[in-house]
């Protein structure tokens, strides 16, 4: 059965985006069957910041799990955040918390394997990889280049324009 794959979630700074945003990331990949679900998975949000911090605590949230002290009643102190997303995991997912330890640990090590595939970009990342993958059918060369400084690229038009002063009539 397939199911929705596409999920948009709007809120207000400071109401728990990111942590919904991880939770939810962390849900798809403990009630998949495979282990690399993470190639999967593309999260796309606003800034460099956001990813950071998305991947950071989407991997701190996976390394606490993978510790063996995740299972006590009473963590160490260290491990409190992530015991409650543990604990709020394992209840929505319905999961034994062994199993969810466990499959942290595989997890875990498949991303750290393999974390360019890893994927949480920005929205500029993403429309990048689409343009590059259809340059061809939108006439842009191969090679073209992104540039987000005014300054720059008008400084570029007036070179090309001025190369071309006498060649062109125009």
């Known amino acids: ?10 809120a207000s700074a400071g109401s728990g985006k990111t942590f919904t945003l991880v939770k939810e990331y962390l849900k798809t990949l403990f009630s998949s069957h495979k282990i690399n679900k ?6 796309v949000t606003f800034t460099n910041k956001a990813v950071a911090e998305m991947k950071g605590r989407i991997l701190e949230n996976l390394k606490g799990f993978a510790d063996p002290e995740i299972l006590l009643l009473e963590p160490p102190e260290n ?11 394992a209840s929505e997912l319905t999961l034994d918390t062994m199993q969810l330890h466990k499959k942290a640990i595989r997890i875990q090590d498949a ?20 343009i590059r993958t259809f340059a ?35």
């Open 79 to 89: 491990l409190k955040d992530q015991h409650q997303m543990f604990t709020v995991i």
């Open 136 to 170: 061809y059918d939108l006439k842009l060369p191969q090679n073209f280049e992104v540039a987000l400084d005014t300054e720059d690229v008008l400084q570029e038009a007036i070179a090309d324009v001025l190369v071309k002063v006498g060649e062109d009539k125009s």
């Open 38 to 43: 993470y190639k999967n998975i593309l999260a």
């Open 1 to 10: 059965m397939n199911t929705n794959s596409f999920t948009v979630y709007n």
């Open 111 to 130: 991303i750290l394997n393999n974390y360019a595939a890893f994927d949480i970009v920005t929205i500029d990342t993403f429309t990048h990889r689409i």
